[in-house]
């Protein structure tokens, strides 16, 4: 684990500038964009959520997959430019500002997206076993049900379990994420309890 006591005043003001760097990162909407140009506001539309399920449902494949492919860069982004600067550790923290700053951006007043694809994009450059196997999970959430938040259920619940084993050093940061995502996916779960979650449909 990192030694934070060690920092000097040029390695703090690199840390907050990078953590800066990868929240604003975060906050970047593919789905907002993208739905603008087209004359839609997605965050009106669907569920409201600015994220890769809600698209696909308003707007199609197409849009869906750009969405979900910037959402995944960000991630990828912002630990690349941490691990750059400042090694892993650095890494790991801006992977998380710029998870923070997909669900709670400043630029569209804190409201943001559930942070799965973001989250994807961090574990993935960080630590590729991990990402797949919660990709793994995820998939097999979907397969069972049809239901991209059931996946994503299963992937936030299993995350701190996976993390302990490979990333000990890391674990809180890894259940805040998780708790994160649970909490931002309240209104996927109470819609599953009363059996109103829709399923997906690739038709468009």
């Known amino acids: 684990m990192f030694d934070f006591s060690s920092m000097d005043g040029k390695m703090i003001v690199i ?20 739905s603008k140009a087209s004359g839609v506001d997605i965050r009106k539309e669907g569920s409201g959520n600015p994220g890769t399920t809600n698209v696909l449902r308003v707007m ?6 750009f969405t979900l492919l910037i959402d995944v860069l960000k991630g990828v982004a912002a630990v690349l430019i941490g691990r750059l600067l400042g090694g892993e550790t650095l890494a790991v923290f801006c992977g998380f500002a710029a998870f923070l700053g997909h669900i709670f951006p400043a630029f569209y007043k804190f409201k943001g997206g559930k942070g799965i694809a973001t989250a994807f994009g961090v574990l993935l450059t960080i630590h590729t ?20 938040s059931v996946g994503s259920l299963m992937t936030a619940l299993s995350l701190p379990p ?11 940061i890894y259940i805040v994420m998780a708790v994160i995502v649970l909490i931002r996916h309240r209104s996927n779960f109470q ?14």
């Open 15 to 34: 840390w907050i500038g990078a953590c800066a760097v990868a929240y604003m990162l975060g906050n970047l909407s593919p789905a907002t964009i993208i």
């Open 60 to 65: 199609g494949k197409k849009a869906a997959l």
């Open 129 to 148: 076993v991990m990402a797949l196997i919660c990709l793994a999970i995820a998939a097999l959430g979907f397969a069972i049900s049809r239901r991209v």
């Open 162 to 172: 996976v993390a302990w084993f490979f990333m000990p050093d890391y674990i809180v």
């Open 191 to 204: 819609r599953l309890i009363r059996g109103e979650e829709p399923k997906i449909s690739f038709k468009k």
